[in-house]
């Protein structure tokens, strides 16, 4: 008489740890990996394609989902990492049936085979194209640059390129502004950190405010105590013992009522070219956040010349 096997035995020779619903799957793990690594660097890809330039991004701290443009940066390169790292272990347990497709479908001989042969010729002739300029492909990443610049409004652009890279001091000499007046106005607007030798990028990660911002604040006479920039020992400044450093830094509404000048009208004749201003900002500050070299430009304009 036979005696029925009870569920809790095993069959002879039949190892438990053998079922694939308990072993770890290697080529599902790559294949997991590959595709979330894909997609996030199609998401962090077209993110970085519409950023403004780097010295746009850094002045403004440009910010996407959350992310600043550094942050994104950080992200494609190091899921570009694991992406490259994964795909290639996903060629290692995947090499047989790769290597089937550079052989011959009948003698299975390894030999000339359309498929990769376009592939071939795809690839190449892309890179070819790009490294040429050839179009549609030099349109597309000219319109490409023409997309990024148009962030940058012309009162956004900072002073000189990469300006956050620069310290303090260095920053207040290009700007004409004396190093302990643009100090003086930092620390009366709350500024942590605020030394002469501290670079721009680091104050502005301290504060949790765009470098932009901060400069802004360097050049704001509201906000300074103490002698104005242009100003030395004795009431004698830079202008010929103008004690106020010269019409630069008077504000527009000050110049406007010096002149003789409608504030209407001179406003009316600085928007009429594209410049953003406000009349309580000195015309050196709407000259330099406006692109201009010298308030002298400005002040032209504002005359109607």
Known sequence: MNTPELPSQSKQGQNPTADPRSSFQW???????????????????????ASPPGRIANWTDWAMLGLRKSQWID??????MLFLAASVFHIVLNWRPLMNY????????????????????VCGGLFAAVRIELPPFSSFLAFTDDFRESWGMQAERPPIPHAELLTVRELAEKAGVDVANALARLQAHGIQGADPDVRMAELARQNRMPAQRIYDLMLSPAAGGGQQPGQRMGGQGRQGGQGAGGAGWKSLSAFCAEEGIDLAAAMARIEAKGIRASADQTLREIAINNGYQRPGDLMQIIRGR
Do not use: D, P
């Open 75 to 80: 992200l494609h390169i190091w899921f570009s």
């Open 27 to 49: 080529r599902a793990l790559t294949s997991v990996i590959v595709t979330l690594s894909f997609l996030t660097l199609a998401v962090s890809g077209a993110v970085l394609w």
């Open 102 to 121: 550079f052989k011959n479908r009948w003698t299975r001989q390894f030999g000339l085979r359309r498929e990769w042969i376009a592939a071939v010729v």
